[in-house]
């Protein structure tokens, strides 16, 4: 975990996390539920705890105040490699084919309000 700080204040403007899944994800709708699900979750966390919000630079949070990765710890192409927020922008990469998975490959890219749409129809 990790973050921009406000240097006048010396409060968070942004928190940085990384999270592991040993979950094969083989395609986005599947990544594109779990990535959502996590997002929304940190959020409502961060923003309905006092001892928390006592060290942030503004309330509440926002995605845009939040970057959210999430690594598939045993995935092979061409299942979901990683996934992670940008600001507004979600990201899906698959890993290259070669030992090392490098360099990963964008599979797809939707904004989170577009994620939230898609999972309620």
Not at 31 to 57: C, G, H, P, Q, S
Not at 77 to 93: D, E, R, T
């Amino acid at each position: 975990m990790g973050g921009g700080l406000d240097h006048e204040s010396g409060k968070h403007k942004q928190i940085d996390i990384v999270l592991g899944t040993s979950k094969e994800i083989c395609d986005v709708r599947t990544a594109r539920v779990l990535l959502v699900e996590t997002i929304t979750e940190f959020l409502n966390y961060i923003n309905t705890r006092e001892d928390i919000k006592a060290y942030l630079a503004t309330t509440p949070f926002t995605i845009e105040n939040i970057h959210v990765g999430i690594l598939c710890e045993h995935s092979t192409p061409p299942n979901i490699g990683h996934m992670f927020n940008y600001g507004q922008y979600l990201c899906y990469y698959v890993y290259g084919d070669n030992p090392s998975r490098i360099p990963s490959i964008e599979i797809h890219e939707e904004t989170f309000e577009e994620a939230k749409n898609i999972l309620s129809q």
